[in-house]
DNA sequence: TTGTAGGCGTTATCAT
DNA sequence: ATGATAACGCCTACAA
């Protein structure tokens, strides 16, 4: 193994001390520019390398941010994640990405592993589980920054970036009521988390305001798979009076119910229309598209980003939490149009 | 902040030196039962926690592995690094997630960060781009474990784990020849990588040993995008005597063409057979599913964490790189079934 | 079996 | 502007 160069060896070829080497390469106000410049040059020529695990230790900052997510192979994750990387590689920290599955043990798993990291912080994306909020407040005794996005908790002091559900799930709603549409069917998932209730409020209080009829036996709850989707909507389409319209809180089960919709050789959008949630990429590429709402996840990643790089570099005690709150776009594809063809 | 527990805590208060501590705490055989037990009951009351930067620096070992992937929001490496975190979690180690975007200044640069951050070893599958094998070889000069899988580059030392492309490819084209299929066109990509270049001769070798005539105006090179998939199509389509079958490399083009030979009103499979190649979920969940081939994504993932284990507890200089090939399987469909409807 | 002491590479606080 | 020195928290010869 190749001898490591440290500082005390520039320190040494130049006849200094580590700490003025330190300084120049640190950009140290106290020194003068001739020994910087002549220290820097040394640096590069002798191959040096900052040793990030000692800075790390001794500055208390390892520059490593944690990102926790449900699951990182679907593209609304992962753009957010995208997001983040954007805003901080330039800033010189790196990223750690931890899938939960929607585990509770691998969710607090995860966090206790970033934490043994060192983490400056953790952005996260809670999981359908039930996770104490005591592993949340060794966080904040740590004074690690915790930034919730999309899916949050509300904890005092913990900022987030979410987007507006329930307007996301308002429109979209309005829209299939829109395109004549009177008995809308919604599939639902964990209300225990807010983005699933605020899409379900939203769909509830669209059609209270277009005086339909809410009938509760429409709602149905899931979980965000493909073949959860098929099931559910199954179950709708043997209905008495079988919805005419399925608002789905994920892409993926609005994908199975097509699939479903499609088999019990109904046509869509005439008989059935269908709207998802996310806008996966899968949901445009279809032969039959699919409508879907947008929610901006490269912004929301950045976002939380910047909230992140101002929380860590705050000094004040007092922390004013952030709730950022971005707006939703829908887009209107074949899934629920009778005008597009 | 609240006082960060050490060593030295809890040597103070059980009146002992923190070496003792230390010993007992990493179980080194030199120490009594009892002190032993003494310690670690006290380590658990005073909530010590290791601070893994300064064990770091001591050891030189991070536990933490960088692995590199062109994307994370493709089911493939998403799966992959399922595999690698389920073989790696349960040893202590950490994984970063790098993606490269398949451009060289992100790859390289993801390179020399994860090794700013001192990871024990790097897991990468290379991107398109000629990255230059000047970081390779800083790796092996720092003694960074590099393991490539899926897509590899051939450096002597450098373990890999793949699949047998060219097999894969040979199976699905021999499939699509049993369906009947006489001009069977192939969907390629930058055959610089090996993986592209092996798909790409096992489809001609399956060709020729049919006693079928190789046309290399049915090889196209595209890049992995749906809309290429699309373009692409539209060439073939457009010939004198279009293919009656095409074979891709990817799953994404596979679905590209499948659109535009849908929406040029030719039926699939009675006109034109189509096979994609990684068997991403969604050739399951088309309406018209997706012929594919299986690259048993999880399974290479951990065999390739093994392998870095392998290395990186191996005391030997020289090193005997590994190069494993998986078989791949192939998953029949409707996109080219005349039987299964 | 336990303690002592030195070092991992850096940065920060003195003093010069 | 620069040097000397201590400290970050841990590990490990070596000595006792």
Redesign the pocket.
């Known amino acids: 193994m190749k001898k ?1 160069i ?3 060896d520039i ?1 040494e070829k130049l ?12 950009n ?5 520019e ?3 410049k002549l220290v820097q040059e040394t640096a590069i020529e002798m191959n ?4 990030t ?3 790390a ?4 900052k390892s520059f490593n941010v944690g990102v926790i997510v449900p699951r990182m192979d679907s593209n609304f994750f992962a753009s957010v994640i995208r997001g983040i990387e954007e805003e901080l590689y330039p800033k010189g920290y790196h990223v750690i990405v931890c899938q939960t599955h929607d585990q509770e043990n691998l969710e607090t798993g995860n966090i206790v592993s970033l934490l043994n990291a060192q983490v400056d912080g953790i952005l996260m994306s809670i999981s359908n589980s039930k996770t104490k909020n005591k592993v949340f407040n060794k966080l904040s005794e740590k004074r690690v920054p915790l930034i919730f996005f999309d899916r949050k908790r509300d904890i005092p002091d913990v900022s987030s970036v979410t987007i507006d559900d329930f307007n996301g799930s308002y429109q979209a709603t309005k829209h299939l009521i829109e395109q004549g549409c009177k008995r809308i069917a919604h599939l639902s998932n964990d209300r225990s988390l807010e983005i699933f209730k605020n899409r379900y409020l939203g769909y509830k209080q669209a059609i209270i305001d277009s005086g339909l009829e809410f009938d509760e036996n429409l709602v149905v709850e899931t979980i965000s798979k493909v073949d959860e989707g098929r099931r559910v909507a199954k179950q709708l389409l043997n209905m008495e009076t079988p919805p005419d319209a399925i608002f789905s809180s994920s892409d993926f089960t609005a994908l199975g119910a097509i699939q479903e919709i499609k088999e019990q050789g109904l046509a869509i959008p005439e008989d059935i229309s269908v709207v998802g949630f996310s806008n996966e990429p899968f949901t445009r590429f279809m032969e039959l598209s699919i409508t879907s709402v947008d929610q901006s996840p490269i912004e929301m990643g950045r976002r939380a980003a910047k909230v992140f790089l101002q929380e860590v570099n705050s000094k004040s005690k007092t922390k004013q939490p952030q709730r950022i709150i971005l707006q939703p776009e829908l887009i209107i594809r074949k899934s629920s149009s009778k005008r597009i063809k």
Do not use: D, F, H, M
């Open positions: 490591k440290t500082i005390y320190a006849e200094l001390t580590a700490a003025t080497v330190s300084r120049a390469l640190n140290n106000p106290k020194i003068s001739k020994t910087r040096y390398e900052q040793n695990l000692a800075r230790l001794k500055s208390g």
